[in-house]
């Protein structure tokens, strides 16, 4: 197991959803974190959210510039002697279709969705060498396995992340190095808020169909990090799509895509 009380885990987009919700949950259990985000004052919400933990560190941290990324690690390595758990959170998506979708709308989103994780990844393991041993936490998502229609960079890079996610679990096989690829599905966080080129009703109407809390998933995600699980489903939705994905590939894809559209024409 993974315990993670008394490890130091370095948490990328930690201003605000899953990203603040891990940051609370491993206070709770005792971690050291080493916090990150580009949003500066949303960092610092959830750096006064800990109610004065000690053990806390926050970085202002551009995922998608690997010298801001290789700083980071640094810094995390001078200001608590090492780190044990890289947790790849942070994310962000563009509501367009992929002809209408932008080259740097593309970019955005890879830079920060795919790239992010790899250099996160790539900067810490030196960190977890050092410490004879660690674990990478790679938040992807349910759109790994199930595509939504206008949000194709999003699926792209989530359909990367699991890829990458799977193969570093072949190559640390047997290792002291660990690998959970996570994989959310609707989660109440500020992911469709954010969205590039998403209209306010449809950001309010996803919403409104997502069950998971924040909480929720930062308690599945963290318990399946201390049992070393090397994927998990959070939230029924996803378990649900998986589950279809599997079992009548071609269909569940083509009834993603209906409902998806169908969703999105009540609030055009």
């Known amino acids: 197991m993974t315990i993670l009380e008394g490890k130091v885990v370095a948490v990328t987009g930690a201003a605000s959803g ?38 806390v560190t926050s970085h202002r941290v551009d995922v ?33 279709s992929i002809e209408e979708c932008s080259y740097e709308d593309l970019e955005l989103v890879l830079g920060v969705n795919l790239w992010g994780v790899i250099y996160g990844t ?36 989530k359909y990367a992340v699991h890829g990458l996610s799977e193969t570093l679990m072949q190559e640390l096989a047997g290792d002291t190095i660990r690998v959970t690829s996570v994989h959310p599905g609707g989660v109440k966080t500020n992911i469709a808020n954010n969205a590039r080129k998403m209209p306010k009703e449809q950001a309010e109407q996803f919403n409104r169909i997502a ?50 559209r169908r969703m999105w024409a009540r609030t055009s």
């Open 18 to 55: 899953i990203g603040r919700a891990l940051s609370q949950a491993l206070v709770a259990r005792g971690a050291h974190v080493a916090l990150s985000d580009v949003n500066e004052e949303g960092l610092a919400e959830t750096v006064a959210s800990l109610s004065g933990a000690t053990n």
């Open 64 to 96: 998608s510039n690997r010298a801001a990324v290789e700083g980071y690690a640094a810094d995390v390595k001078a200001r608590h002697g090492g780190a044990d758990v890289i947790i790849n959170n942070a994310g962000l998506t563009c509501r367009a």
């Open 122 to 157: 790539k900067a810490f393991f030196p960190l977890m060498r050092e410490r004879g041993g660690g674990h990478i936490v790679n938040i992807s998502s349910i759109n790994a396995f199930v595509p939504f229609p206008l949000n194709g960079p999003y699926n792209m890079s």
């Open 211 to 260: 069950r998971t809390t924040p909480e929720e998933a930062a308690r599945v995600i963290l318990d399946a990090v201390e049992k070393n699980k090397e994927r998990v489903f959070v939230g029924m939705d996803a378990k649900f799509m998986a589950a279809a994905k599997r079992a009548v590939p071609a269909s569940t894809v083509s009834l993603s895509a209906w409902a998806t």
